[in-house]
């Protein structure tokens, strides 16, 4: 099982960047997918996440309003819309999973992180 994030860069305050994250392998289903963020020095944030069917959604007070989570089920696809972005939302962002498969259990997965650089 993989967790393969993209769609980080380089990008002017008040832009926006979609980042997306695709879960892949052999697996039964894919229950919570999150994003999450991690600045130099600092600890890893908690963004958002969305339940498998997409009807429980949970934002991070530092995002709601400017970051979407969105999820297409049939794609095991997590994105982020992060519109307005500031030069304090500079991090590396990586998502996670919960991913159930018949020999683990529910178990959690991280991707592999995307840059993300707003600059001033």
């Known amino acids: 099982v993989q967790l393969q994030a993209s769609g980080g860069g380089l990008v002017q305050a008040g832009g926006s960047l979609r980042l997306s994250c695709v879960a892949s392998?052999?697996?039964?289903?894919?229950?919570?997918m999150a994003w999450y963020r991690q600045a130099p020095g600092e600890q890893r944030e908690f963004l958002a996440e969305i339940i498998q069917n997409g009807a429980n959604i949970n934002y991070a007070g530092s995002v709601k309003g400017r970051f979407t989570i969105s999820k297409d089920n049939a794609q095991n696809t997590v994105y982020l819309q992060m519109n307005n972005l500031e030069p304090g939302d500079t991090a590396v962002y990586y998502c996670h999973a919960n991913i159930l498969t018949p020999e683990r259990g529910s178990r959690p997965y991280w991707g592999q992180g995307t840059q993300v650089t707003v600059s001033s």
């Open positions: 392998g052999s697996f039964s289903r894919v229950n919570v």
